[in-house]
């Protein structure tokens, strides 16, 4: 059993919404049909007693259903969920107690294994706990992945390699990477599909996974249509994602610093029995605002503050500290 809740216009369609996410038809089965629990003003609490952990299945009913194609609704946005314990299996690492210092290699293309390698070397030196590729960085001719995670790993940098790429291959390059010495595997999770999270997850490659959020925007960005934030991080948290990203209190980014809040929380209340996920701040994050980046979330535990282009100082050399107060 499991249950949503979404904020729905008109109210009465919350019938449909239930029909829509189950058996398609008022006259389906009972035994598996979605139920409307409850309809105050603008939210209808809805339950599903055949919900599945089937990713790519949940995905397709509750968060990015047919009911985003119906014009039964005007507006349908999920907003809530309560997830049964052992849904999903969450983290396999747990979150750090104090904060940690991610960071970027830039540029995001173009640079050879040997550059990322020395760059990357220069982010840790400056202070940067983790060094993490670009999300636009795969494999391309001009720096493979293979040969630039040796070349990292060489330089004795905790380093996330970008694994994104052909399904049929990603678990033999998430596994090729740790071998060559990757500290943590990175995903487009909302590119690849949240599935491939939990698919990493169970390979227990040993390593966290870190899942960049490119994607994510369109569900939570829309204020008609979608899914909240917050839901969002929940979601891949659950799948497996150590390091969640959650935007920033920069305004470079869309979120709202109440949503990144409930990212964060999102990343850290007990949930369905899973470890703490580490929720990472980024998005126009720099020495001069990383203090006051965690001075609005309202914690120090269980977050990395996540530098990009505004730790370099010239356009391609690192700043030489990245140090928070």
């Not at 293979?146 to 996330?160: F, H, K, P, S």
């Not at 839901?231 to 150590?242: H, I, N, Y």
């Not at 994050?285 to 609005?296: C, Y």
Request: proline share 6%; charged share 25%.
């Amino acid at each position: 059993m499991i249950r949503v809740t979404y904020e729905l216009a008109p109210p009465d369609a919350a019938e449909t919404l239930a029909l829509v996410e189950s058996v398609g038809r008022a006259d389906g089965p009972e035994h598996v049909r979605g139920r409307v629990v409850e309809v105050d003003g603008d939210r209808a609490r809805l339950e599903f007693p055949a919900a599945t952990n089937d990713v790519a299945l949940l995905v397709s009913s509750l968060f990015a259903g047919e009911w985003a194609d119906s014009s039964a609704f005007e507006r349908c946005r999920l907003v809530a969920v309560e997830w049964p314990d052992g849904f999903l299996p969450g983290p396999a690492f747990d979150a750090p107690d104090d904060v940690r210092i991610g960071a970027i290699v830039k540029p995001s293309l173009g640079l050879s294994p040997t550059d990322v390698a020395a760059t990357a070397a220069r982010l840790a030196a400056a202070g940067a706990d983790l060094v993490k590729d670009d999300e636009l960085l795969g494999d391309p001719d001009w720096c493979p992945l293979e040969e630039r995670v040796r070349a990292v790993a060489a330089a004795g940098v905790t380093y996330a390699a970008n694994v994104t790429g052909p399904v049929g291959s990603l678990l033999e390059r998430a596994r090729r990477v740790v071998e060559l010495g990757a500290g943590a595997v990175m995903l487009n999770g909302f590119a690849q599909g949240l599935d491939a999270v939990r698919a990493l997850r169970d390979a227990e490659l040993g390593v966290p996974i870190f899942v960049h959020r490119v994607g994510a925007a369109l569900w939570a960005r829309p204020p008609s249509f979608g899914v909240a934030p917050a839901v969002v991080a929940e979601l891949t948290r659950l799948c497996g994602g150590d390091y969640v990203q959650v935007g920033s209190f920069s305004g470079t980014v869309y979120d709202a610093a109440e949503d990144v809040r409930a990212q964060i929380d999102g990343c850290h209340r007990p949930l369905a029995g899973a470890r703490r996920a580490t929720a990472v701040i980024g998005g126009g994050v720099g020495p001069d605002n990383a203090a006051r980046q965690l001075e609005l979330a309202g914690t120090r535990s269980g977050v990395m503050v996540l530098f990009g282009s505004a730790a370099y100082d010239d356009g391609s050399r690192p700043k030489n500290e990245l140090e928070i107060a």
